[in-house]
């Protein structure tokens, strides 16, 4: 009996975890220096002076420190710590306002009152020491200051895609544009490199059924949940790929990928892992296919630059998704 095991190739552009690292985990090992003023406009002489391991608080509606007041109060942080060469990402989550200096440069201005907010700027740095700084001041009520950065990952500038196998000569390889781009992915699994096709090639393979290639600009992909979680990185099949950030919280950001099929039959479904923003330990794809639901879970942590199966599974022809 044949087996129709076509593939359908969905690459992976939803990367549901940019940093698999605590976000705290970009914190000066030198520590902080940290001046504790009893008013909201760091005025006079500080109430308190002292080294601190981290900027993460959460007050609530408490004094920072024995002898500071509950309210109007503010904060001063002071580091200089090595980086090497880079782009960061500096983030801040605050109630009420905040200003983070780097080398003297402001890069976050929102001081305001203010209910809990995350803020976020970027800042190119050199190999060596660097001033950081961060401003901070308590209204009234609940009181929460955080920082936090990383290193952005690197990708080099978009290279041609990869075409994708004939789909009627599934024994044909697919076209590689040379590139020096190490980001975008190699070509699909070829079918025709199993073992068993040395005798008879491609014997359980189809010709005439579509191989399909759905990328996250094809008709066939949805992008769902809040529209500030959602980020565009670069490499990948046609050049670029959508990113989100693990969260706690709902609603979550997804991806749908809807193929049409011509034709029922057993379809083995591939997802792509790029080396670029793609750390996360417990991704899930949900399978739909013929009234049925599988789920698979993939450790992208394992993977770069990796075609990776979730499985064979017969289609119906209709519309089904990822």
């Given at each position: 009996?044949?087996?129709?095991?076509?593939f359908?190739?969905?690459?992976?552009?939803?990367?549901?975890?940019?940093?698999?690292?605590?976000?705290?985990?970009?914190?000066?090992?030198?520590?902080?220096?940290?001046?504790?003023?009893?008013?909201?406009?760091?005025?006079g002489?500080?109430?308190?002076?002292?080294?601190?391991?981290?900027?993460?608080?959460?007050?609530?509606?408490?004094?920072?420190?024995?002898?500071?007041?509950v309210?109007?109060?503010?904060?001063?942080?002071?580091?200089?710590?090595?980086?090497?060469?880079?782009?960061?990402?500096?983030?801040?989550?605050?109630?009420?306002?905040?200003?983070?200096?780097?080398?003297?440069?402001?890069?976050?201005?929102?001081?305001?009152?203010?209910?809990?907010?995350?803020?976020?700027?970027?800042?190119?740095?050199?190999?060596?020491?660097?001033?950081?700084?961060?401003?901070?001041?308590?209204?009234?009520?609940?009181?929460?200051?955080?920082?936090?950065?990383?290193q952005?990952?690197?990708?080099?500038?978009?290279?041609?895609?990869?075409?994708?196998?004939?789909?009627?000569?599934p024994?044909?390889?697919?076209?590689?544009?040379?590139?020096?781009?190490?980001?975008?992915?190699?070509?699909?699994?070829?079918?025709?490199?199993?073992?068993?096709?040395d005798?008879?090639?491609?014997?359980d393979?189809?010709?005439?059924?579509?191989?399909?290639?759905?990328?996250?600009?094809?008709?066939?992909?949805?992008?769902?949940?809040?529209?500030?979680?959602?980020h565009?990185?670069f490499?990948g099949?046609?050049?670029?790929?959508?990113?989100?950030?693990?969260?706690?919280?709902?609603?979550?950001?997804?991806g749908?990928?809807?193929?049409?099929?011509?034709?029922?039959?057993?379809?083995?479904?591939?997802?792509?892992?790029?080396?670029?923003?793609?750390?996360?330990?417990?991704?899930r794809?949900?399978?739909?296919?013929?009234?049925q639901?599988?789920?698979?879970?993939v450790?992208?942590?394992?993977?770069?630059?990796?075609?990776?199966?979730?499985?064979?599974?017969?289609?119906?022809?209709?519309?089904?998704?990822?």
């Amino acid at each position: 009996m044949i087996k129709k095991s076509v593939f359908i190739t969905l690459m992976l552009l939803l990367l549901l975890a940019f940093s698999a690292t605590s976000v705290f985990a970009g914190q000066p090992p030198e520590g902080w220096q940290a001046e504790y003023y009893a008013n909201k406009d760091l005025q006079g002489n500080p109430v308190y002076t002292q080294n601190e391991a981290e900027i993460n608080y959460d007050w609530g509606f408490g004094a920072p420190l024995p002898g500071m007041p509950v309210d109007c109060f503010s904060v001063r942080w002071t580091t200089t710590t090595h980086f090497d060469q880079g782009n960061y990402t500096f983030s801040v989550t605050v109630d009420d306002g905040v200003r983070v200096w780097v080398d003297g440069d402001l890069i976050i201005d929102q001081w305001k009152v203010q209910s809990p907010t995350t803020y976020s700027a970027q800042k190119q740095l050199s190999a060596g020491k660097h001033v950081v700084q961060m401003a901070y001041f308590e209204n009234t009520g609940s009181a929460l200051a955080k920082l936090w950065w990383r290193q952005d990952a690197t990708c080099p500038a978009p290279c041609p895609p990869v075409n994708p196998p004939d789909p009627c000569n599934p024994c044909q390889p697919p076209v590689v544009n040379p590139c020096p781009n190490p980001c975008p992915p190699p070509p699909p699994p070829d079918p025709c490199q199993d073992p068993a096709c040395d005798a008879n090639p491609c014997y359980d393979y189809v010709c005439g059924q579509e191989n399909l290639l759905i990328d996250n600009t094809d008709p066939g992909f949805t992008w769902g949940g809040p529209l500030n979680y959602r980020h565009v990185g670069f490499g990948g099949y046609g050049a670029n790929f959508y990113w989100t950030q693990n969260t706690v919280t709902t609603p979550a950001n997804y991806g749908k990928w809807t193929p049409t099929f011509k034709a029922a039959g057993n379809y083995e479904v591939f997802v792509y892992v790029p080396n670029c923003n793609a750390t996360t330990t417990n991704l899930r794809y949900r399978v739909m296919h013929n009234g049925q639901r599988h789920d698979r879970i993939v450790n992208q942590y394992q993977y770069s630059n990796q075609w990776v199966s979730l499985g064979t599974y017969y289609f119906g022809g209709a519309n089904s998704g990822l």
